[in-house]
């Protein structure tokens, strides 16, 4: 207790700004669910700690001694379940209506020839994934958070297979996501990334930078890849005529820096706490290596928004050692 007072009387904010979510069926003693994180993601020593006070960054309110830290569904103690459960539910219906209003507006601008349709598309690709993630604080530190908010890709999931069978129709989704118009066009690259969306937020969530990275590589790598390489992919790659240096530049850099910039959100709230050096090494490979993934001359077989992400995930697995 003694080195949690120390460390809870030094670094009160920081002491307590390690939200944890141990899963509802953890096996492990009480003891040890105070952390799902490995020790490398908490290597400097005065950075993390599971006593003291604990705050969420959007928790209602504080709880004090390691005994509170486990209660409830989260790592910490919520004003009760049906307080996460509420929290939740309104974080839910917020972003899917955040989700349709993002949509709305870009074929809104591209109906109006305010911006050309396959910016749009790529800007919606682009801004869709990175601002679901960005809303994942806003969901409560309950176990069952990343289910809640997994429901947001998962709505958008049901509409694009409802309207890419045409059972009916939504001219604004078919203009905004689509490159030539056509309904079943909603089944292949958009479809699969809500999958990678819903994978990402179940399997990695806020705990760890696997998913964070994966979906930073596919929104903000693969979408500027196609604005670059459109306007300025005049020297195209041997193996791949389809795909230029331009491009994939872009995407290896952007990639990189939108990912480091979606850790540093985290890290800045208190989810993970990185060693920046290793961690720009470790994002800078993820990078080069989905980059490289892109640039097959695959997409034939497998769309983008698989094999990248894909390829992030494994690497990025492999590098933070999940
Ligand atoms: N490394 C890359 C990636 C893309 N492009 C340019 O962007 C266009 C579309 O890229 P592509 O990856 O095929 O688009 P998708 O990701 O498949 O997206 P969508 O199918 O939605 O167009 C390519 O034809 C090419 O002109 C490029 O020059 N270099
Ligand atoms: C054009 C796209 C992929 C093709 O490469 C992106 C499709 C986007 C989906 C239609 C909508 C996805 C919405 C997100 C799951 C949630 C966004 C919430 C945020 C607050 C805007």
Sequence with gaps: MQACATMSRVLPTVAAVAPVTHHPHSVLPRHLRLSNLPPSLTATTHTRTFCGRFFSP?????????EKATAGLGGFDVIGDGGSMLQDAGATALVIAGAYTL???FNFLSERKLIEQNLSRKLVHILSGLLFMASWPIFS???????????????????????????????GLIKSVTREGRPEELLRGPLYYVLVLILSAVLFWRESPVGVISVAIMCGGDGIADIVGRRFGSTKIPYNKQKS????????????????????????????????VSTVEKVALVSLVATMVESLPITGMVDDNISVPLASMIVASLAFGY
């Design 141 to 171: 530190t309950s176990g069952w958070a990343r289910y809640f908010a997994s429901v947001v890709p998962l709505t958008n999931c049901l509409r694009l297979v409802i309207h890419g069978l045409s059972f009916a129709t939504d001219e």
């Design 58 to 66: 959007f928790n209602f309110r504080p709880v004090s001694g390691p």
């Design 245 to 276: 240096w331009a491009g994939s530049l872009s995407m290896f850099v952007l990639g990189s820096l939108v990912s480091i910039g979606m850790l540093y959100y985290f890290s800045a709230l208190g989810y993970f706490h990185l060693d920046w």
């Design 103 to 105: 949509v709305s507006t």
